[in-house]
């Protein structure tokens, strides 16, 4: 037992970085939602019960001015916004018109420090993000709460 020690510390760097979602293929950066079922939002309180929603997938490519994005998981095809402003995976901006008609399969238009940024009067859907440790617990049921994060 004494030699297997270290794996504690080890262990729980990995869940630290695990859960933060800070290693992540270059330029790219996942969303996750939640949803609200049996019940309506109100702001980013859920009145029924909270549920795990879509996870969106971001791939900025500074080069080209692009960001693809897609639903994990699904068969519906990839989005792309051209005419963006990008700095890096965790930094971009993209123009309502250059991102339509993707716009309005997604969550966000704009990313900044890793996180998604609400449209507030644009063409994509309401974005009711939570973090990846809630959307995990969510999709095993052990999540109580009702609301997502602040934005």
């Given at each position: 037992?004494?030699?297997?020690?270290w794996l504690v510390?080890?262990?729980?760097?990995?869940?630290?970085?695990?859960?933060?979602?800070?290693?992540?293929?270059?330029?790219?950066?996942?969303?996750?939602?939640?949803?609200?079922?049996?019940?309506?939002?109100?702001?980013?309180?859920?009145?029924?019960?909270?549920?795990?929603?879509?996870?969106?997938?971001?791939?900025?490519?500074?080069?080209?001015?692009?960001?693809?994005?897609?639903?994990?998981?699904s068969s519906e095809?990839?989005?792309?916004?051209?005419?963006?402003?990008?700095?890096?995976?965790?930094?971009?901006?993209?123009?309502?018109?250059?991102?339509?008609?993707?716009?309005?399969?997604?969550?966000?238009?704009?990313?900044?420090?890793?996180?998604?940024?609400?449209?507030?009067?644009?063409?994509?859907?309401?974005?009711?993000?939570?973090?990846?440790?809630?959307?995990?617990?969510?999709?095993?049921?052990?999540?109580?709460?009702?609301?997502?994060?602040?934005d």
């Amino acid at each position: 037992m004494k030699r297997w020690w270290w794996l504690v510390p080890v262990a729980l760097f990995v869940a630290v970085i695990w859960a933060s979602d800070s290693l992540t293929m270059q330029g790219e950066r996942t969303v996750y939602t939640a949803g609200c079922q049996g019940g309506a939002w109100q702001a980013n309180r859920c009145t029924g019960e909270l549920v795990a929603g879509d996870r969106y997938r971001y791939r900025a490519l500074k080069a080209r001015g692009e960001v693809v994005f897609w639903l994990v998981g699904s068969s519906e095809p990839s989005g792309k916004f051209t005419g963006c402003d990008v700095k890096d995976g965790r930094n971009w901006s993209c123009r309502a018109r250059s991102a339509t008609p993707d716009a309005a399969r997604t969550v966000t238009l704009e990313m900044a420090r890793g996180q998604a940024l609400p449209e507030k009067a644009g063409p994509t859907r309401p974005l009711h993000r939570v973090s990846k440790v809630t959307w995990t617990l969510l999709t095993l049921g052990w999540w109580f709460g009702s609301t997502a994060e602040e934005d």
